[in-house]
């Protein structure tokens, strides 16, 4: 019986380990998603002046996950005429990009471009959109100077603390 528990800690310890890892690189593919997205929509702002629902609407053909489900979500309720697009765009935000999904900061950019997107002229729209490619781009070179470390440390941790757990067991 002692054997079993022990056989269940150990599995259960490194299925968390490896569960924050599968995390850890989530988040990191969705701000890849994020960085994609915001380059077709500065593209379509800028050369094809296409309306933000439509915006929207092509980003989440473009992107994966859950963040094309963020785009898919904010262009249907912009197309139904939900409000204004900084509500839209925040309670979307709450709702999809979860902390399982986007580290707190993380989130908070994105926010902060959902503020500045649909009242302001079109070059105002460009510049918002540069600079949040400029802080995103900071974002995802401090992920991936981590990103090796931390999905290797996560498994490792969870072996190891079960094993831990294990011994005291004994």
Sequence with gaps: M????????????????????????RKWRN??????AVLILRNEIVYGRTPLP?????????????????????????EEGGGRLEEIWGTA????L???????EDQKELEGLGNTLGYLDTQLQVQALELYE??????????EREKEKKTRLYPVLGTMGGALICLIIM
């Excluded at 979860?98 to 707190?104: H, V």
């Design 2 to 25: 002692k054997m079993l528990g022990m056989l269940m800690v150990m599995s259960g310890c490194i299925g968390a380990g490896l569960w924050y890892s599968f995390i850890y690189n």
């Design 31 to 36: 701000l890849k998603d994020c960085q994609k």
């Design 54 to 78: 439509e915006a929207f609407a092509q980003m989440a053909d473009r992107t994966n996950g859950s963040v094309a489900r963020f785009f898919d979500t904010v262009a249907q309720r912009l």
């Design 93 to 96: 935000l709450q709702e999809i």
């Design 98 to 104: 979860t902390s399982q999904e986007m580290g707190k």
């Design 134 to 143: 400029k802080r995103l781009e900071g974002s995802l070179q401090n992920w």
